[in-house]
Each structure stands twice: as structure tokens, then as C-alpha cells.
């Protein structure tokens, strides 16, 4: 069952904050952020695992809360660049070969306006 | 940076015909991926490879799929019978570890008319 993000939508001016949020009704191993721009592949932003985590790099974070199988992605004073679809992709659980598969969330688009 | 490469960026082909999509993984990657996200929706999960087998598949990937790995370098993705609901990017992907970052190609964008 895939993860449900919210909102669907965002549109900021550049400088404002946001969060995105993906959850999931199964307990989960782990949560990947990518983010898509238009006509491009999903890069990755980051791996979160189970055990409850917060990463970032320059202003881009997340957080995971494994009791709530919830994870948020937060965007601080957003430059141009961000602007985007980014998907959460989950993994409920790694088999001896690893890395199985990810699945994604709808996405959410984020336009950042000057 | 090593990036994935996909051939061909676009394809168009006729129902029913048989096509073929093209990876390049990166060289010391050791799983091998393949996705596909329909215009605007979601990037679904086809099929994970390792070690020279399949390692898992989704319900998508059905008896008209099938990957294979035909020498050191390549990744291909074959599709013996098109269906029009088969049209979508098709995106590669690559990891050296388990569960570690997932490196996307370009995508084919195939269409079957």
C-alpha cells in the first residue's frame, strides 16, 4: 500500500519554509526523500531509518517517527532551486538481498516563487 | 559524478510489438532497478535485481516483462507484447549497497500507439 503524502501541493515565495508529510499504514524499515523536477529523474535527498531519525543538509531536513510511521521533509527558507515534485518512497522491510523496493508516495509539488 | 544511462530517451512503438529498454548502470553498483512513473502520477516499483537473478517483482511485472543482465555493463528491460497501457517513463536505477541511495537514469520514455 503506498505512503500518503500531504499536501499535494505547495506554492511558497522564495525565502518562506515548508514541510511535507508521508505516512504510511504499515510499520516501516525506512524512508527515502527524492525530489523530480520537470522532465527529469528522481534524485535522492536522503535515507531515513528505523530506530526514529532527524537528517538534513544545508536546509533541507526530515525527521522519522517510526511509532507513528510518519516522516516530514522540511524545506527552510526555500530558495528557487527546491521547486519540485518530491516523493517519499517507504521500505517495510529489507530481505537477505537488500535493498528490495521502494514505494513511493503520490508526491508533492513544490513551486517557489521569487 | 557516475551517473546511469538509459537508450533510447524516447520510443515509440505499435501494440503488440516487442521493445527493449537499455541501462547502463554505475560500474560498481551491484543491485539494478526498474521503475515507471505514468504522466503525473506516481514512480512504481517494477522489479529489483541482484546477484543475476530477480530479487523481487511487483504485481505490474507480469509474464510480459523481463530483465536481464547480458553482459558486465548492460541492464535491459523487455517487453515481449506492448500494451497501450504499458506508455510511460521507464527510469533505471542502481545501488552498490543494500538499502543504500537509489541512483535514477534519465528514464525512456516509451509510447505505444
Known amino acids: 500500500q503506498q505512503p500518503v503524502q500531504s499536501p499535494q501541493a505547495v506554492i511558497l515565495r522564495e525565502g518562506e519554509d515548508a514541510v511535507i508529510n508521508c505516512s504510511s499504514s504499515k510499520a516501516l524499515y525506512s524512508v527515502h526523500w527524492y525530489r523530480q523536477k520537470h522532465g527529469e529523474a528522481p534524485v535522492f535527498l536522503m535515507i531515513l531509518l528505523k530506530g526514529g531519525e532527524q537528517k538534513g543538509h544545508d536546509k533541507i531536513s526530515a525527521s522519522f517517527n517510526e511509532k507513528k510511521q510518519q516522516s516530514s521533509l522540511y524545506l527552510t527558507a526555500s530558495q528557487l532551486s527546491y521547486s519540485g515534485t518530491y516523493f517519499c518512497?517507504?521500505?517495510?522491510?529489507?530481505?537477505?538481498?537488500?535493498?528490495?523496493?521502494?514505494?513511493f508516495g503520490t508526491g508533492t509539488r513544490l513551486t517557489i516563487i521569487p | 559524478e557516475p551517473e546511469v544511462t538509459q537508450t533510447p530517451s524516447h520510443q515509440v512503438t505499435q501494440m503488440g510489438q516487442e521493445v527493449i529498454l537499455r541501462c547502463v548502470p554505475i560500474s560498481n553498483h551491484l543491485y539494478f532497478y526498474w521503475y515507471r512513473q505514468i504522466l503525473g502520477q506516481k514512480v512504481e516499483f517494477l522489479v529489483s535485481?541482484?546477484?543475476?537473478?530477480?530479487?523481487?517483482k511487483s504485481e505490474i511485472f507480469d509474464d510480459q516483462f523481463s530483465v536481464e543482465r547480458p553482459d558486465g555493463s548492460n541492464f535491459t528491460l523487455k517487453i515481449r507484447s506492448t500494451k497501450l497501457e504499458d506508455s510511460a517513463m521507464y527510469f533505471c536505477?542502481?545501488?552498490?549497497?543494500?538499502?543504500?541511495?537509489?541512483?535514477f537514469g534519465s528514464g525512456t520514455q516509451l509510447s505505444v500507439l
Open positions: 535485481f541482484y546477484n543475476n537473478e530477480i530479487s523481487e
Open positions: 518512497g517507504t521500505e517495510i522491510g529489507v530481505s537477505n538481498f537488500g535493498n528490495e523496493k521502494l514505494t
Open positions: 536505477a542502481s545501488s552498490d549497497l543494500g538499502g543504500e541511495k537509489l541512483f
